[in-house]
T-cell receptor, first 113, second 118 residues
Framework: AQSVTQPDIHITVSEGASLELRCNYSYGATPYLFWYVQSPGQGLQLLLKYFSGDTLVQGIKGFEAEFKRSQSSFNLRKPSVHWSDAAEYFCAVGSDSSYKLIFGSGTRLLVRP | GAVVSQHPSRVICKSGTSVKIECRSLDFQATTMFWYRQFPKQSLMLMATSNEGSKATYEQGVEKDKFLINHASLTLSTLTVTSAHPEDSSFYIC??????????????FGPGTRLTVL
């Protein structure tokens, strides 16, 4: 069965510092991988996705993620965090057969001024 | 473009009553909508997949008689929590898939509805 693990419940970084949010997945075939961001009172917004091809994908708001099949990981990175990046981040995996998304438990990002 | 709204954003009801939550795609037509449930500090759990004009497909463990889903038009899906109890208190989120597009490329989420059952 598909599953997604985000091992960090909370992460605090200083504004301007780099960021990496971890995501590990379990899936038999090549997965469809996503990162979403959720701000309070708002819907989930897609940051980026990986289907195939180049394993380093660029997203919106300066985020990028790297698919590493050997590690079953899809970590999200940003070189310099802004205070507005404070939010909840979800990693998700999907299959091509059902189009369902399986979400990780989320990581809450706090940004120190 | 591609905005999904939910109404109400927050609802408080007494135990035993039924609550209806609406999910609307405001500027596109959605053949498929998904309903999720999110507990505090937990992940989004898919409850059901709703297709316009047909019965919803429920995930294992989700009571279809308790969570009634209707997708009567290409812009509206409703989730009715029947005979709500305190354990049904949660954050309910819908997403909509733009008609004609792969759900993975064009799946947009609503802002969620906070349900509190007293």
């Amino acid at each position: 069965a598909q599953s997604v693990t985000q091992p960090d419940i909370h992460i605090t970084v200083s504004e301007g510092a780099s960021l990496e949010l971890r995501c590990n997945y379990s899936y038999g075939a090549t997965p469809y991988l996503f990162w979403y961001v959720q701000s309070p009172g708002q819907g989930l917004q897609l940051l980026l996705k990986y289907f195939s091809g180049d394993t380093l994908v660029q997203g919106i708001k300066g985020f990028e993620a790297e698919f590493k099949r050997s590690q079953s990981s899809f970590n999200l990175r940003k070189p310099s965090v802004h205070w507005s990046d404070a939010a909840e981040y979800f990693c998700a995996v999907g299959s091509d057969s059902s189009y369902k998304l399986i979400f990780g438990s989320g990581t809450r990002l706090l940004v120190r001024p | 473009g591609a905005v999904v709204s939910q109404h109400p954003s927050r609802v408080i009801c007494k135990s035993g009553t039924s609550v209806k939550i609406e999910c609307r795609s405001l500027d596109f037509q959605a053949t498929t909508m998904f309903w999720y449930r999110q507990f505090p500090k937990q992940s989004l759990m898919l409850m059901a997949t709703s297709n316009e004009g047909s019965k919803a497909t429920y995930e294992q463990g989700v009571e279809k008689d308790k969570f009634l889903i209707n997708h009567a038009s290409l812009t509206l899906s409703t989730l009715t929590v029947t005979s709500a109890h305190p354990e049904d208190s949660s954050f309910y989120i819908c997403s909509a898939n733009r008609e004609g597009a792969s759900p993975y490329n064009e799946q947009f989420f609503g802002p969620g509805t906070r349900l509190t059952v007293l």
